[in-house]
């Protein structure tokens, strides 16, 4: 995908100073980034820059890492992208994680009816390649009855081969996601996806370990939400999780929320798995980025409490997560090293999309996606081909605020109790 249009400042070289940059690969100390046009000139030594650089200088302690990529996010900024699937929608949402780090992400659409799906995908094609939005996932609808999580029942459908003619336009949406359950599609149904270049990732699913093999064969490369909406790994039933944990062919996303997976499930999935193969996902909600403490999903109300989203019967719905708070997560509750909590949020799901050239890396000829950290893991700041965020964002047209677009999302009070139990998506 080519690079936002030069803006005011892009024509010459700018430059970005930070104590520590993390190219993807290896730290440098005391450096900055080089910038021209938004894309990545190099990183050299602090000392070494021509004068006639304009330099943005980082407080000290600030780190510059690679901007996010977030393979799965529902909703954001009050919006939820199944009640309004359009171009609009998709790029509030990305807007509403940017000031957490997020510079590429794929809205998503869970289960739901055929129209909504269709709206979705053209909306996608008018929108991908702009604003951070890298493709659209389609989680659902041809996923097992028997998982459903939070989807709708009355949405979840067995796939057909007629399937293939709709969701083969998702090749013209980027790098696009289908969440599929393999025991509920015809044969040959994800080789043709696959084929195509449309990301097939497993997810809301029972199936056996040899369906889940027969499927990497045919091009299954991705699992969703690893743990959740699956059958736990036994001693004779390595199902999904086994296959995911053994296979190096599988990207797997997790969320670390520390609600989703227990840290220490997640620790030693990261032990387990080949390195580069676990990317952090948000499967963020409206809530994102606002003080909503409800809101509706499809006609079902979801409340926050305690870190959790939760329908009324406890049903985990989706996280309050951004990737930002997923890499600290990784780092401070499952004991992962900076270097691979940073490279799970960026260049991990950058090479699962194929995008690894130009996004997850600060190497030169990449695009300038830049996250600024504190030594807390805090966002100072975020890049989008170069530019700040809240630059471009103040170019854009904001859409109106979350309670005049709908009156099913709604604000209450806070301060209600947690639910004791939940059951995991």
Request: glycine content about 12%; charged content about 20%; aromatic content about 4%.
């Amino acid at each position: 995908m080519a690079p936002q249009p030069a803006g005011p400042t892009q024509g010459r070289r700018t430059a970005v100073s930070a104590d520590r940059i993390f190219d993807g690969h290896r730290w440098h100390d005391n450096a900055a980034v080089l910038i021209r046009q938004g894309l990545i000139e190099g990183i050299a030594a602090r000392g070494d820059i021509d004068p006639e650089t304009t330099m943005e200088a980082m407080p000290p302690g600030t780190l510059l890492a690679p901007g996010f990529i977030d393979l799965q996010v529902n909703g954001g900024g009050g919006i939820f992208l199944n009640d309004d699937p359009s171009p609009d929608a998709m790029r509030a949402i990305a807007r509403a994680h940017r000031r957490y780090g997020t510079t590429g992400c794929l809205p998503t659409l869970i289960s739901d009816h055929p129209a909504k799906a269709a709206t979705a995908i053209t909306a996608a094609k008018s929108v991908v390649g702009r604003d951070g939005i890298l493709g659209l996932h389609l989680e659902g609808p041809f996923i097992s009855p028997a998982r459903p999580g939070i989807h709708r029942s009355d949405c979840i459908v067995p796939a057909t081969a007629g399937d293939l003619e709709w969701l083969g336009q998702l090749s013209a949406t980027g790098s696009s996601i289908v969440t599929l359950a393999p025991e509920c599609v015809p044969y040959g149904f994800i080789k043709t996806l696959a084929v195509n270049g449309i990301r097939v990732s497993v997810g809301h699913s029972e199936a056996g370990s040899d369906c889940v093999s027969a499927a990497i064969d045919d091009g299954l490369s991705g699992v969703t939400h690893l743990f959740n909406a699956m059958p736990a790994m036994s001693a004779r039933a390595p199902g999904i999780v086994g296959v995911a944990l053994a296979d190096a062919r599988l990207t797997a996303g997790i969320i670390l929320d520390g609600i989703h997976v227990d840290p220490l499930v997640a620790r030693t999935a990261f032990a387990a798995k080949a390195p580069g193969t676990i990317a952090l996902v948000s499967d963020a909600m409206p809530t994102v980025g606002t003080e909503l403490d409800r809101f509706d999903l499809m006609g079902r109300e979801i409340r926050l409490r305690g870190g959790r989203l939760l329908s009324n019967d406890g049903t985990l719905a989706g996280a309050h997560l951004t990737l930002a708070t997923a890499v600290k997560n990784a780092v401070t509750l499952v004991g992962l090293s900076l270097d691979d909590a940073l490279r799970a949020a960026s260049l991990v799901p950058a090479r699962f999309l194929g995008l690894d050239r130009e996004r997850g890396t600060l190497g030169t000829g990449a695009r300038a996606d830049i996250v600024a950290l504190t030594p807390e893991l805090q966002v100072v700041a975020t890049w989008l081909a170069g530019e700040r965020a809240n630059e471009r964002d103040a170019a854009s047209s904001p859409l109106p605020a979350c309670g005049e677009r709908s009156t099913r999302i709604v604000r209450c009070a806070a301060g209600e109790g947690d639910y004791p139990r939940t059951r995991t998506r």
